[in-house]
């Protein structure tokens, strides 16, 4: 136990001595002899310190001399790769002067568009419906002219260079009632590329930690943790939009690039 600290259990110890001194002194017959061994007897007083002191050293430790120091950053590291599958999501709308009769037309037209789906080799796992509605038409008086039925369907094609021609054989199979509502291009399986992000980020969060620790004056120790969190906006992707395809040659569509983006935080101790 430091002086000082013994300097501020003794200030501490101000009152509780006085209560000592007063229960050892009250009473002749409780006075016990106490076997010195020679050595001048300590005073209740000097005792109640020594006990409490004593209690005092063993429970709590000598305070460390300064507690860990952390410099915390955000490192978004970036790796570029080629998109190999395309998801689309592609609609069927009809109309009639009945409900009935457009949901019967659109029923034909989307098993066609499904039908082509599967024989260009777009596997039944990857072809899902999301949306069917029949909506009603009104006229500017708002009586009811006739019904508009939309079939809703996402697929997944694999691979990208066979995108044009899948596009191509549906648009044949459900003629000017295809709609192509959605369509965009991304990295099957992404794993090698964001392992490569992952480590860039982590290079930037050091810099910037070495950066930070050079302005404080102080020395970069070895990292205390590192968490990646998640991105605003998610995974990137390139999309396109179209309203709709004209049968002839099959659709064009460029891969280019896709950027996988991370972002770690970074706690290096501080020296």
Do not use: H
């Not at 000017?176 to 980020?201: E, F, G, K, Y």
């Amino acid at each position: 136990m430091s002086a000082t600290q013994t300097r501020v259990v003794l200030a501490g110890l101000a009152g509780l001595t006085t209560v000592l001194v007063t229960a050892c002194s009250s009473g002749a017959g409780n006075d016990q002899a106490v076997d010195t061994g020679g050595a001048s007897p300590l005073s209740p007083t000097q005792q109640a310190v020594e006990a409490v002191a004593a209690a005092t050293t063993s429970a709590v430790p000598d305070a460390p001399s300064g507690g860990l120091r952390l410099i915390t950053t955000l490192g978004t590291g970036q790796a570029t790769g080629v998109p190999d599958i395309v998801t689309v999501t592609l609609g069927v709308q009809t109309a009639a002067a009945t409900a009935q009769a457009a949901l019967d037309d659109n029923n034909q037209r989307s098993a066609g568009l499904l039908t082509a789906l599967k024989a260009q080799g777009v596997a039944d796992a990857d072809i899902q419906t999301n949306q069917v509605s029949v909506q009603p038409s009104y006229d500017q008086a708002g009586g009811i002219t006739g019904y508009q039925v939309s079939n809703m369907v996402t697929a997944t094609i694999r691979p990208l260079a066979s995108a044009g021609a899948v596009l191509d054989a549906v648009t044949q199979a459900t003629g000017d009632a295809i709609r192509i509502q959605w369509i965009a291009l991304s990295i099957d399986d992404d794993t090698p590329v964001r392992a490569q992000a992952r480590a860039d980020a982590v290079v930037k969060a050091k810099a910037q930690a070495e950066q930070l620790a050079a302005a404080a004056g102080v020395t970069l120790g070895p990292v205390f943790s590192v968490v990646e969190t998640p991105l605003n906006g998610g995974g990137a992707y390139q999309s396109y939009a179209a309203s709709s395809a004209a049968a002839g040659s099959p659709v064009p569509i460029e891969a280019g690039t896709q950027d996988v983006s991370v972002q770690v935080q970074v706690a290096f101790e501080m020296r």
